[in-house]
């Protein structure tokens, strides 16, 4: 199946249009939210309540016994909110970290939710198919009024974040600022950290407990690469989040076999190699390329500061030096010697070297600028 | 009893003790979630080596296993030095790309490989008994309980080799390094054993399983004691209590094991947490209602000692200056009338001689930071606590 | 040793009003009580130093006078009413250290948080904001930087655009916690220049100080503190030998030529 088929596909056919358009939604509502756990040092947070959300799931199931994804979505982000204020509860009431608040949660939850789980499957009367896909997210389940209960969450999140843009973004810079220009931090706080939750939720079915808190961090870690304003970020980390839900569906879908979700985390994860070696400022390639840059830079300075001690003494600016006595110095090489030759800085008779009118004026420069450097 | 449960209790006794002992120095360490990080990320590499060895229980299964364990760790830190992101940041953008990655090599080659990523969570130790170690012949138990075995063996070996070392490196990393132990080796020395541990024990009790039992058992044990050969009895007790009684459980549910060994974990934690005698939420909060109370009262007192005047020391002062409501002004009032600390003549309160000294000593001890101290002194004066 | 040349005899502007009164402040961490019985009074139109040795409770007085932290007992007036009624005339500069300062974000954009305050809920800053913004931001000289993104600005740098932000509230008393902490010299003679042109419009300013050196110069007003007050008063009437050592303990000349 080619690219243009594929595409042709995705508008005629009522699944795949359904699937499409669900993960790309998950993906703008995470990538956005991520955005904010990322800055305020909850990455692992999400990890955690995804994983907290499973035996919500499988309670909210043994209680209706109903295979509606919303009725169990909803023991999904109570356990979720169980989760999030336990840990809160054990950093704040005991000498326990967080690191280890987080990991206690997070396997305890997971491991009741496997039990529920196990003992669900059975269960003779269970019609319980399906709450397997919770575990690694099973996009082709979706339905189309799913994909309306994410949209309708998804606006609820974007006129939040609109709303109360402000206060958020101070509240993540600066807390206790933030109070003192008389801000309820609190509720400031709770809000964030509910809607985090809810979007984790809307993501179990699709991407799955396990590697939901990918979809949270992935895309915000990359969008943070290629910008330093947050609206930028949040922004970029939505367009990310919807771009890996929308390649991750195709090819998932292309293939057999394979759960979405792990392949929508593959794609994110890209996205953040990607933006880790490639972005502009902050990326590890022109990190690199500037580093040699600047001790090339380094090294060409050195030289002309050099020459300039040895020309300084003489009337005439020009007069020529042998290249030897230029050997015995550190900054030299043959190619710095060269560069300064195709910047007119010197000419090169034989072995012998002399400064241009030019290059005499940008040694002193330099020079001086030292001299004030070291005052 | 039958024999096949016997050996699976038995292995999951293994299993508890193995993880306790490195558990409990990654709750001391805050690394934590490092070992959830690893047991998602071991994944990739048991399928290669399922791959290679076409045996899960193969040693250098085990081996490659590990290795990607050492590799997330080796991994995350390089993230972290780059500064691009924050440090938990790299430990959840690194597990679930490489555990992606294994699931996918599974997917693709569902046919080849006999693993189910299901199991690899879970683990299903029901069917270990059946999967026996045949040596020339003669069958001499389940396979997983001699590669636990023999990783528990290790364990403790390097345990009793290296305490001295794993105990002051991660107590006082610095002292550790001048005194010459690196505590780079010592890092990822016990880097190691926890993925062997995470990778040894997956068969058993399946990956994300095997951080509650190293991370469960360890943090309970720590609301009991601080005190490092303790916690790690009490870690290994835990581990075991829960494995047995999880299995139990389990038997009388039909349900997956692993699953109900967790939950044992966490009533346990649930209890200690809420329970503790020092360290427990109930303690906690009834002694921080106790202390909110004295030290109060010590302001009250204090308040007193600096203020000669009348007007600053009638009782309605109380109330209006130092912005107390009236429940918690009484309280004190009284706790301090009972202790003989103050007397009360015409509502116009002043300080005993007994008062006077108690307040002295106070002031005396926290301006030189010898907060412990007041504790001490407050056995001494008190005959009634807030 | 403090010369007695150095002290600054500029007579405070003191109009006599109590600008913030504390009374009877005590406050506890894990029930350790860091700040005990304090009684401030501090007059409008004074620019005063809070000095004192580490872990004397100086940034914690400032912060719960602030009402960032909760005392156990005690309260807090700004100009006789309570704080929570007066907040729109405090500012606050809180320590370097305590924010990310690789947060997404650029210098005209922290300093226009300083308007947030008197926006209150919801309602963005507007055009009207913004110039207050860069007119703070001239005032302390980082107008070239203002969109610079806050990680990019060096120590000094990044200290100014807090002044800035706290300037932008227009406020009538100003809170620093160690603004002179990490930062060059040029920008230390910036930052007093400041604070000296906001204490003649009458504004009061407590700054959080550890140079003991430097009190006699820049500030006219200073407090002792170590958990209790040791004295407070104009720099030229009590900073002394007597109420250093008191403060610091014998040992004080030490921490002077540090």
């Known amino acids: ?375 | 009893m039958s024999s096949a449960q016997l050996e699976i209790q038995l292995i999951a006794c293994l299993v508890a003790i193995a993880c306790a002992i490195p558990g409990t120095f990654l709750v001391l360490r805050k690394m934590a979630m490092i070992s959830d990080a690893i047991s998602h990320s071991i994944l990739p590499g048991i399928v290669i080596g399922f791959f290679i060895t076409q045996d899960l229980n193969s040693p250098l299964l085990i081996l490659l296993a590990a290795l990607t364990g050492i590799l997330t760790v080796v991994l995350v830190e390089y993230i972290q030095k780059t500064g691009l992101v924050k440090e938990d940041t790299a430990i959840g953008l690194v597990f679930p790309a490489l555990f992606s990655i294994g699931v996918i090599m599974i997917a693709k080659n569902a046919n080849d490989v006999h693993l189910d990523v299901d199991a690899v969570l879970l683990g299903e130790l029901a069917f270990a008994p059946f999967d026996r170690l045949i040596i020339s012949g003669a069958d001499v138990g389940p396979k997983s309980l001699w590669i636990i075995g023999t990783i528990l063996a290790i364990t403790v070996g390097l345990l009793f080799a290296f305490f001295k070392e794993l105990k002051i490196s991660t107590f006082d990393a610095g002292l550790a390094a001048s005194l010459g132990f690196s505590p780079v080796a010592i890092h990822y020395g016990l880097m190691t054993v926890s993925s062997v541990t995470t990778v040894g024990a997956f068969d058993a009790v399946g990956a994300i399983l095997v951080v509650a039992l190293m991370i469960a058992p360890a943090a309970t044990a720590y609301l009991l004691t601080n005190e490092l050969k303790r916690m790690l009895i009490y870690a290994i007790c835990f581990g075991v209590c829960s494995a047995i009684s999880g299995y139990w459980v389990a038997h009388w549910l039909d349900a997956s094991i692993a699953g109900s060994i967790t939950t044992m974990l966490g009533i346990l934690f649930l209890a200690v947490y809420l329970f503790a005698p020092n360290k427990g939420v109930i303690a906690v909060l009834y002694r921080e209602k106790q202390q909110r109370t004295e030290v109060s009262l010590l302001t009250f007192l204090l308040h007193l000692k600096n203020h000669t005047d009348e007007r600053e020391r009638h009782v309605n002062h109380l109330n209006e200056h130092i912005n107390w409501q009236k429940v918690r002004s009484k309280s004190v009032l009284d706790l301090a009338l009972k202790n003989n600390m103050i007397l009360l003549d015409n509502n116009i309160v002043s300080l005993t001689e007994k008062g006077e000294a108690f307040t002295s000593k106070a002031i005396n001890y926290i301006i030189t930071n010898k907060d412990a101290q007041i504790e001490d002194m407050k056995d001494d004066f008190f005959l009634f606590r807030g | 040793m403090i010369s007695k040349e150095n002290v600054n005899n500029e007579t405070p502007t003191s109009t006599g009003v109590v600008a913030v009164k504390v009374d009877d402040l005590t406050v506890a961490y894990n029930y350790k009580p860091v700040l005990w019985d304090i009684d401030l009074e501090i007059p409008e139109g004074v620019l005063m130093a809070i000095v004192g040795p580490n872990g004397a409770g100086k940034s914690t007085l400032i912060k719960s006078i602030l009402g960032i932290l909760k005392p156990i007992a005690g309260s807090v007036s700004i100009y006789n009413k309570p704080y929570q009624k007066q907040r729109q005339l405090v500012a606050y500069v809180p320590q370097k250290g305590s924010v990310d300062w690789d947060f997404p974000t650029t210098a005209l954009d922290v300093v226009l948080m300083g308007t947030y305050g008197s926006l209150g809920w919801i309602k963005r800053p507007g055009q009207k904001e913004k110039k207050e913004a860069l007119e703070a931001l001239e005032k302390v000289g980082m107008l070239p930087f203002k969109n610079r993104q806050i990680s990019q600005l060096s120590g000094g740098q990044q200290q100014r655009i807090f002044l800035a932000r706290a300037l932008v509230q227009n406020a009538s008393i100003y809170f620093m916690d160690e603004p002179f902490q990490g930062v060059d010299a040029t920008t230390e003679i910036a930052i007093i220049n400041i604070l000296k042109e906001l204490r003649k419009a009458g504004k009061t300013v407590v700054v959080v100080h550890h140079d003991l050196q430097t009190v006699p110069e820049y500030f006219d007003w200073v407090t002792f503190l170590n958990v209790k007050k040791i004295a407070t008063g104009p720099v030229k009437d009590i900073f002394n030998d007597d109420n250093l050592t008191k403060t610091y303990g014998i040992n004080y000349k030490v921490s002077i030529q540090e």
């Open chain 1, 1 to 375: 199946m080619d690219v243009t088929e594929y595409i042709k596909l995705v508008f005629t056919d009522y699944t795949l249009r359904t699937i499409t358009l669900g993960t790309a939604i998950l993906g703008a509502v995470t990538g956005m939210l991520g955005s904010f756990a990322v800055l305020r040092k909850q990455s692992l947070l999400g990890d955690a309540i995804s994983h907290a959300a499973l035996p919500g799931i499988a309670i909210a199931f043994l209680l209706t016994g109903a295979k509606n994804s919303n009725i169990l979505l909803l023991g999904a982000l109570i356990s979720g909110l169980i989760g999030t204020f336990w840990i809160r509860g054990i950093v704040k009431k005991t000498h326990l970290k967080s690191d280890t608040a987080l990991g206690l949660i997070l396997s305890l939850f997971f491991g009741f939710g496997m039990l529920l789980l196990t003992f669900i499957q059975k269960q003779p009367n269970a019609n319980q198919a399906g709450l397997d896909k919770y575990l690694f997210g099973q996009a082709a389940t979706l339905l189309e009024s799913d994909v309306w209960m994410m949209a309708i969450v998804t606006g609820i999140c974007l006129s939040v974040l609109l709303l109360f843009w402000k206060e958020f973004k101070i509240l993540l810079f600066d807390a206790d600022y933030t109070k003192t220009l008389g801000f309820h931090t609190k509720f400031i706080d709770i809000l964030i950290t509910s809607f985090i939750v809810l979007a984790i939720v809307l993501g179990l079915q699709t991407v799955g407990v396990v590697l939901m808190s990918a979809m949270l961090l992935a895309p915000a870690a990359a969008a943070r690469q290629w910008t330093n304003s947050l609206s930028m970020m949040v922004l970029l980390a939505a367009i990310f989040g919807a771009f890996s839900g929308v390649f991750g569906t195709a090819i998932s879908a292309s293939q057999n076999n394979l759960s979405t979700g792990p392949v929508i985390v593959i794609v994110a994860s890209v996205f953040v190699l990607v933006s880790f070696i490639f972005s502009p400022t902050r990326g590890l390639l022109f990190k690199q390329i500037r580093f040699i840059k600047n001790r090339r830079d380094l090294q060409l300075h050195k030289t002309l500061a050099f020459m300039y001690n040895i020309v300084e003494s003489h009337e005439n600016i020009s007069h020529p030096h042998a290249i030897k006595i230029l050997n015995n110095f550190q900054g030299y090489t043959k190619s710095t010697l060269q560069k300064l030759v195709r910047k007119n800085y010197v000419t090169i008779d034989g072995n012998m070297w002399s400064f241009t009118e030019e290059g005499f004026k940008a040694a002193t420069n330099l020079y001086n600028q030292q001299i004030n450097n070291n005052e």
